[in-house]
């Protein structure tokens, strides 16, 4: 019995803990187009992301590279934005019907240059997300994709 109480204790801290850096990065997420520090503080906690981690801290590690491209000299943005993609689009394909996932995609591809034609997925992703929101338990998500259609979405 003791065990048991022990292995659910450990679970639970994990998924606890699991949740608050989740929040803690759609924090920092949201301050990390503010400056080239933000940005970097947001992607230090991700550096480490393989494309075997969570799909949702993959697509995270792609728009934090996309984020720090941004930075680049000019004739190195186009490899660090190809390979931002590569991680967004990694995720995806992982768990598609991650309303989360799909957010940060939105995100990307409504923010980024037309001329880099990685803008296919807007209005899918768009309608998914508000599909998908009534449905949503967690509510610092929730919060995160009202307020980005509040203050960042171009439509």
């Known amino acids: 019995m003791k065990k048991l ?80 993609i590569t991680w967004i689009e990694q995720a995806v394909a992982d768990d598609p019907d991650n309303a989360e996932i799909r957010l940060i995609r939105l995100s990307v591809q409504e923010h980024l240059p037309k001329f880099l034609k990685y803008n296919a997925n807007i209005e899918d992703d768009r309608l998914f997300i508000q599909q998908a929101l009534p449905a949503l338990e967690d509510a610092g998500l929730k919060a995160m994709i009202n307020g980005y259609f509040d203050t960042f979405s171009t439509d």
Not at 16 to 28: E, N
Not at 33 to 49: D, H, I, M, R
Request: aromatic share 8%.
């Open 5 to 84: 109480f022990s292995l659910i204790l450990l679970l639970s801290y994990t998924v606890i803990a699991g949740a608050q850096d989740l929040d803690t990065l759609r924090l920092l997420y949201r301050n990390a187009t503010q400056s080239k520090e933000q940005a970097q503080a947001f992607y230090g906690p991700l550096a480490k992301v393989t494309k075997n981690d969570q799909p949702v801290r993959v697509a995270y590690k792609g728009a934090g590279l996309m984020l720090l491209a941004r930075y680049e000299k000019l004739t190195d943005r186009g490899p660090k934005v190809k390979e931002a």
